[in-house]
């Protein structure tokens, strides 16, 4: 069916478009222009009026959602991609979380299926699309680890970042590390040559130690202020070194609890519309009730959005509509920017930009429609249109 989405406002890579249209059909963007030139023959029409139409959301931070932990299989990640995509997101990278050794191969071979499936398959799997995994540990410093168990950290490793390797069958495509760790450089350069994007965190690296880690190949940053040696005047840590990297990407959870706002302000001001990416580390809490959930083998309490593991924070319940529209309020952004720093910037970031993160002809159908306070309105993923409740 060739459909049409009509809105105020669409965000492309290099600026907006106002008054647009935007021709779908089987799935596939395959046109889009303004209503002034008139629109294209169709058979569906969709008008947004006053909305902002965007490409959906990528999460390359995200363990679980809707009761579902990423590490529990394939039909745990299925559940989780189905939930996400009602909120706006279309790609996302399952991220595991530090666990015994056997217990992180199962893992990875299984999200390896699942990914597989959903991109080699020629029926599209309804909801997002995993395109790679997070490894976030066990390569973490013991100091800033927040909730990953300490009996499972490990110190970096080539062998056995190459036994995660084989077992994601060259799936992984986000490395989470402390690079101050002995081995980190070395494991750093190593999974850089085979194409995976690393990222400094859960680390008490000096601002020396950061910098290095960053020569060696990392790109990003983990969850920004979160599980990282602070900012000192003298020494400067590794936050100092995130702030002012200007080519280093850096992630942010946005949920007013992991940060303060004027911190997120900050952050937007040193990282800016090019290098910031928003993220949730959501949880299998994310989309559920005040109760007690899973992340990997640990059990999290949830009360009134605030997840903690032994009175530490431990995760989110953070959704990515909710994080564009709270990033939004905190720094007076203009939305159409907050939403690259939800989709243009991961997909650079992992090398995705090619198929995702931006509106094009040919590209899959996954586009977000925000009302002009930053509220999730409308999701169209691999081209199903659903107005949100």
């Known amino acids: 069916m060739r459909t049409v989405l009509t809105a105020a406002v669409l965000v492309l890579p290099d600026g907006v478009l106002d008054d647009p249209w935007i021709l779908l059909e089987d799935g596939v963007i395959q046109a889009f222009g303004q209503r002034g030139d008139g ?12 909305f902002l139409l965007a490409p959906a959301m990528l999460d390359i931070h995200v363990h679980g959602a809707a009761n579902h932990d990423v590490m529990e299989g394939t039909a745990s990640a299925a559940a989780v991609a189905s939930f996400i995509a009602t909120r706006g997101v279309g790609a996302f990278l399952p991220t595991t979380v530090t666990a015994p050794i056997d217990d992180t191969l199962r893992a990875l071979e299984a999200l390896a299926a699942f990914i597989e499936t959903a991109t080699t398959s020629t029926d599209a799997m309804p909801g997002a699309c995993p395109l790679g995994i997070h490894i976030e540990g066990p390569f973490l410093s013991h100091a800033k680890r927040g909730v990953h168990p300490a009996a499972d950290l490990q110190p970096p490793s080539i062998a056995l970042f190459h036994r995660f390797w084989q077992a994601a069958r060259g799936t992984i495509r986000l490395m989470t590390i402390a690079p101050e760790l002995p081995g980190a450089l070395e494991l750093i350069a190593h999974a850089n040559a085979l194409g995976v994007r690393v990222s400094l965190g859960h680390s008490d690296a000096t601002a020396a130690q950061a910098r290095s880690g ?38 942010i959870i946005a949920d007013g609890i992991h940060v303060d706002p004027i ?7 040193a990282k800016g519309v090019a290098r910031g990416i928003l993220v949730t580390d959501g949880l299998s809490a994310a989309g559920m009730p005040n109760g007690r959930y899973r992340l990997g083998q640990m059990e999290v309490d949830v009360v009134d959005g605030r997840c903690t593991h032994d009175g530490v924070l431990a995760g989110s319940v953070l959704t990515m509509d909710r994080a564009v529209h709270n990033f939004a309020s905190f720094t007076r952004m203009p939305l159409h920017d907050v939403t690259r720093m939800a989709a243009q910037n991961p997909a650079v970031l992992t090398g995705f930009a090619h198929a995702y993160g931006t509106i094009a002809v040919g590209r899959r159908a996954d586009i977000v429609a925000f009302t002009p306070e930053g509220q999730l309105a409308a999701t169209c993923i691999a081209g199903c249109f659903e107005r949100s409740r």
């Open 39 to 50: 629109l294209p023959p169709h058979q569906q029409h969709h008008d947004l009026p006053g």
């Open 263 to 269: 911190a997120v302000r900050l952050f937007a001001k």
């Open 214 to 251: 960053i020569a060696a190949g990392a790109q990003s940053a983990t969850h920004t202020y979160n599980a990282m040696r602070g900012l000192d005047h003298r020494e400067p840590g590794m936050l100092g070194v995130v702030l002012d990297a200007d080519d280093l990407f850096a992630e």
